[in-house]
């Protein structure tokens, strides 16, 4: 169920943003180099406004069409650089000792976790395209070894579905399109999701939930999720209440919340474009 719901989710997000992104992209060729396409919704859209003596609203189209291109691009561009920018300075506060343990004692010495001299509890995926997960010496010394195996077998989960990048995608999709709200709906779901996902599969792999449960309260007890400028996910910062009552009951059912009002402006605006499109090409 929670798998069904994470693919609906992501794909849906994408096949609306993608459409959106690329239907932008041919009315900016359009503009800029003269490209005639017959079938796009943004230029026919801008015709149509012209032909009312609309041009002010023209202009805010163009706007929000440009301003939604440059927004992506500089979002994606300071992500990896933040992301590079960090995982140097990771680099450099890493126990050699410590990885390598863990690293032998849970993902065969493949390297795929590291950890950081840092006395704050944290425990996180990071990266794009290879990604790592980061503990800090703060949580292994606060965990005993059970709820640290549960911790880094949630963790693994998200590397190996590659949550990071696929969060990132929704969340820039998300901030950019503001003016379709669902996405943003969508962002907040999926994470929720995931993460229950990925307590799912840490209970399959440690036989139960206790010490998983007992480790995410741990890590909340007079502790506050530690805010990081790039892209990851963490085991402590969404939806703590939502996974409590998941761990303490598996078996009740949490129906997930789509906002009617978000759901209802983003229908309209997408309406609005097909009814322009249709009455153009009549």
Same mark, same amino acid.
């Given at each position: 169920?929670?798998?069904? #719901? ?18 932008? /992209?041919?009315?900016?060729? +359009?503009?800029?180099? /003269? ?14 406004? #012209?032909? *009312?003596?609309?041009?002010? =609203? ?22 990896? &650089?933040?992301? #590079?920018?960090? &995982? ?19 993902? /065969? @010495? ?16 990071? @990266? ?9 010496? @703060? ?5 005993? #070894? ?6 880094? +077998? ?6 190996? +579905? &590659? ?8 969340? *820039? ?16 779901? &999926? ?19 206790? +010490?998983? @449960? ?11 999720? =530690? ?22 009951? !598996? ?10 009002? !978000? ?16 009455? =153009?090409?009549?």
């Amino acid at each position: 169920m929670w798998e069904n #719901r994470s693919k609906l989710i992501f794909i849906s997000c994408m096949l609306i943003a993608g459409v959106m992104f690329a239907q932008m /992209g041919m009315y900016i060729m +359009h503009a800029l180099a /003269g490209w005639q396409i017959r079938y796009n919704v943004i230029q026919l859209c801008h015709t149509m406004i #012209r032909s *009312l003596g609309m041009l002010w =609203v023209g202009y805010i189209l163009n706007a929000i069409v440009f301003s939604t291109f440059a927004l992506s691009i500089w979002i994606a561009a300071r992500q990896l &650089y933040l992301s #590079r920018r960090f &995982y140097r300075k990771l680099m450099s506060w890493r126990s050699d000792s410590l990885t390598h343990d863990l690293n032998q004692r849970y993902s /065969g @010495g493949q390297y795929s976790i590291a950890v950081v001299q840092c006395s704050k509890p944290m425990a996180f995926a990071m @990266g794009l395209i290879k990604p790592q997960i980061v503990l800090s010496t @703060g949580l292994v010394d606060m965990l005993d #070894r059970r709820e640290l195996e549960a911790v880094i +077998h949630h963790e693994t989960y998200h590397r190996n +579905h &590659y949550d990071p990048l696929k969060t990132f995608l929704i969340s *820039l999709c998300a901030s950019v399109m503001w003016y379709i709200p669902i996405l943003k709906s969508f962002h907040q779901n &999926y994470k929720i999701v995931r993460e229950v996902l990925a307590d799912n599969y840490a209970i399959s792999k440690t036989g139960d939930s206790v +010490h998983l @449960g007992s480790a995410l309260l741990k890590l909340l007890k007079g502790n506050s999720p =530690v805010q990081m400028p790039f892209s990851h996910v963490s085991f402590s910062d969404t939806s703590i209440n939502f996974r409590i009552r998941q761990l303490l009951d !598996p078996q009740t059912e949490l129906p997930l919340k789509w906002p009617f009002t !978000p759901a209802m402006i983003s229908v309209q605006v997408l309406f609005a474009l097909c009814t322009m499109f249709v009455l =153009v090409m009549n």
